[in-house]
């Protein structure tokens, strides 16, 4: 008895292929889109707020592999500088299909002023391709 469970078992694994889901990852902002909302100080710390949005009905964003922000500060006068720079700390994002993400990013100690911004990101995501939802 136990030896035709087995058999049947055995048959069954290889009649019905397996299904898994092996993560990917990827820069693509034609899949994962990032806007910026907000860049200011907090204390010592800049800081900058934004939505992450999966512009994919068939992928899950998994993970937010890395982030750098490349923001362009101006001034009154007409000066401008750049920071580059990565979050502290790297949120979870976990994104569903055709959703959205409010995130907000703590890049560390900064002593600059501005009067106003302009953020460009570079960022790395991975994802799970094939999910119905």
Do not use: H
């Not at 580059?84 to 569903?96: F, L, N, R, S, T």
């Not at 953020?119 to 995501?125: H, K, L, P, W």
């Amino acid at each position: 008895m136990k030896r035709q469970v087995c058999i049947i078992f055995l048959l069954l694994i290889m009649i019905f292929p397996t299904v898994s889901f092996a993560a990917e990852t990827s820069s693509d902002t034609m899949i994962l889109e990032w806007k910026t909302y907000k860049v200011w100080k907090d204390g010592e710390n800049l800081c900058m707020s934004g939505e992450f949005e999966n512009l994919r009905n068939d992928l899950k964003i998994t993970r937010l592999n890395n982030f750098t922000a490349i923001i362009t500060f101006m001034n009154n006068d007409g000066t401008s500088y750049q920071y580059i720079g990565q979050p502290e700390k790297m949120p979870m994002c976990k994104i569903a299909p055709n959703s959205k993400k409010r995130i907000t990013f703590n890049l560390g100690k900064f002593d600059g002023n501005w009067t106003d911004w302009n953020v460009d990101a570079i960022y790395n995501f991975s994802y799970i391709n094939g999910v119905n939802f």
